[in-house]
């Protein structure tokens, strides 16, 4: 079935950079559009960033223009999320998965703090 498995957050202080792997299972991942997700601790989940199949930006949110990016290794089944230049409003679980549905991994926590 279907699985993305998250990882590469952790405790990281204002500035910093982490960079978030994606590995995904069970579908053919070189024909999806796929996205970064994250979720605040009381609020909703909001999409963060998303990558077309060939490896195309298609959407940045506008709190990361900047500081993050997204990139893609299909032969390795992986998604990527860079973040530099990260602030405590960054904290959160992130999660990754397919663009525009409701399947995602168990997340990794990125927490931003002095």
């Known amino acids: 079935q279907v699985q993305f498995v998250e990882s590469g957050g952790g405790l990281v202080q204002p500035g910093g950079s982490l960079r978030l792997s994606c590995a995904a299972s069970g579908f053919t991942f070189r024909t999806y559009e796929m996205a970064w997700y994250r979720q605040a601790l009381g609020r909703e989940r909001e999409l963060v960033a998303s990558?077309?199949?060939?490896?195309?930006?298609?959407y940045l949110a506008t709190f990361v223009k900047g500081r993050f990016t997204i990139s893609r290794d299909n032969a390795k089944n992986t998604m990527y999320l860079q973040m530099n230049s990260l602030e405590p409003e960054d904290t959160a679980v992130y999660y990754c998965?397919?663009?525009?549905?409701?399947?995602w991994g168990q997340g990794t926590l990125v927490t931003v703090s002095s």
């Open positions: 998965g397919r663009r525009g549905e409701e399947v």
């Open positions: 990558i077309s199949p060939a490896g195309v930006i298609r």
